[in-house]
């Protein structure tokens, strides 16, 4: 039988999450009306952006954020402001 992929819910038990209220990562989302293909849709490893079909606009959680970077590289309208949380919060990886 061939290995099955982990899906995003098993990968991610393996981080836990110390949560900032201040958002480590900002979007202005009035860019992202125009935006295609919406790279941030699908690039993002913890599916953090997700598109609001009803309300037409950008839906975004920093509280799952791997702090990958990927999401800053990959918008091609600068849209993201990003940073890294501050001490002592964010993600944290654990191994073995
Ligand atoms: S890639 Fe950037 S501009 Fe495009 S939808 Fe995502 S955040 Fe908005
Ligand atoms: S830094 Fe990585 S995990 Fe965090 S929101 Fe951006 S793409 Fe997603």
Do not use: Q
């Not at 991610?12 to 990562?25: K, M, T």
């Amino acid at each position: 039988m061939a290995d099955r992929k982990p899906d995003i819910d098993e990968k991610l038990s393996h981080v836990a999450f110390d949560i900032d209220a201040e958002a480590h990562i900002t979007v202005k989302k009035e860019r992202c009306g125009e935006c295609r293909p919406r790279p941030c849709l699908s690039a993002c490893p913890a599916e953090n952006y997700t598109w609001n079909e009803a309300k037409d606009e950008l839906l975004f959680n920093y509280e799952g954020c791997l702090e990958c970077g990927t999401c800053r590289f990959v918008c091609p309208l600068d849209a993201i402001e990003w940073s890294y949380p501050r001490g002592g919060f964010g993600v944290r990886y654990r191994y073995g």
